[in-house]
T-cell receptor, first 114, second 113 residues
Framework: DVKVTQSSRYLVKRTGEKVFLECVQDMDHENMFWYRQDPGLGLRLIYFSYDVKMKEKGDIPEGYSVSREKKERFSLILESASTNQTSMYLC?????????????FGQGTRLTVV | QKEVEQNSGPLSVPEGAIASLNCTYSDRGSQSFFWYRQYSGKSPELIMSIYSNGDKEDGRFTAQLNKASQYVSLLIRDSQPSDSATYLCAVNHSGGGADGLTFGKGTHLIIQP
């Protein structure tokens, strides 16, 4: 069973804080992704990584950075949290670089920035 | 611009009937198509994938793909209250590469007992 685990289920942070969201997968997947999900806007890709130390911008990378130092771990960093970054954050991983196979999602982190 | 369009609903279907969910996409070169189910407060889970034109059946679920019309659908037969969820259509675009799936905003399905 593929497991994608996100470090926190709920987080509350203050405006201006640096925030780290952690994601770990246990199936040796090459590809990992960070999405955010907002009502009325759906799932939007923030960043993805297809290999250790490699990263690519998704559709909405502004205000975020990522780190992938080990294959199993992909971190999303909010450099200076703002209230418009309040959202559900979903990490996913996939074995297939062409993404012809499914993406497996973590349980999500609901982040509130106050 | 990669776009995936779904009717947001809610789509209300009586128990035991067929639920029909539709999705259109903008990138004509798209190669892979997925339907995810998402219960409230939970993360998406894959229920169907389809890669070639035609129908693909898995239990009570049938995915249909028409690349010429850039259209993909999901049929749920014998709908159950447990099928009530938001259904996300997702598309992988032309050229392959690990560029992530583009998701529609989802259709909220309600199965009425």
């Amino acid at each position: 069973d593929v497991k994608v685990t996100q470090s926190s289920r709920y987080l509350v942070k203050r405006t201006g804080e640096k925030v780290f969201l952690e994601c770990v997968q246990d199936m040796d997947h090459e590809n990992m992704f960070w999405y955010r999900q907002d009502p009325g806007l759906g799932l939007r890709l923030i960043y993805f990584s297809y290999d250790v130390k490699m990263k690519e911008k998704g559709d909405i990378p502004e205000g975020y950075s990522v780190s992938r130092e080990k294959k199993e771990r992909f971190s999303l960093i909010l450099e200076s949290a703002s209230t418009n970054q309040t959202s559900m954050y979903l990490c996913a991983s996939s074995v297939d670089p062409g993404l012809t196979t499914e993406a497996f999602f973590g349980q999500g982190t609901r982040l509130t920035v106050v | 611009q990669k776009e995936v369009e779904q009717n947001s609903g809610p789509l209300s279907v009586p128990e035991g009937a067929i639920a029909s969910l539709n999705c259109t996409y903008s990138d004509r070169g798209s190669q892979s198509f997925f339907w995810y189910r998402q219960y409230s407060g939970k993360s998406p889970e894959l229920i169907m994938s389809i890669y070639s034109n035609g129908d693909k059946e898995d239990g009570r679920f049938t995915a249909q793909l028409n690349k010429a019309s850039q259209y993909v659908s999901l049929l749920i037969r014998d709908s159950q209250p447990s099928d009530s969820a938001t259904y996300l259509c997702a598309v992988n675009h032309s050229g392959g590469g690990a560029d992530g799936l583009t998701f529609g905003k989802g259709t909220h399905l309600i199965i009425q007992p």
